[in-house]
């Protein structure tokens, strides 16, 4: 059986966490900064959770993560 190729789209995206669910970078903070205020932007820097029901199709594109 050959390798399983890993989606090298979804490899820059994503980082498994310790209890196998996936991380990844907020949106919204590319442009039109100045209308956000400072609180929300600097709450954009944290990582967020993708949602429950998308964990397994990133577990699918990321087979050796």
Known sequence: MP???TNRGAAKRF???GNG???CGQSHR???LTKK???RKRQLR???TIHPS???MA???MPYS
């Open 46 to 48: 944290l990582p967020a």
């Open 21 to 23: 669910g996936f991380k």
């Open 15 to 17: 980082r498994r966490t």
């Open 3 to 5: 390798k399983i190729k």
């Open 59 to 61: 577990a699918r594109m």
């Open 54 to 56: 998308d964990v397994r």
């Open 37 to 39: 205020s400072t609180k």
């Open 30 to 32: 590319r442009h039109i």
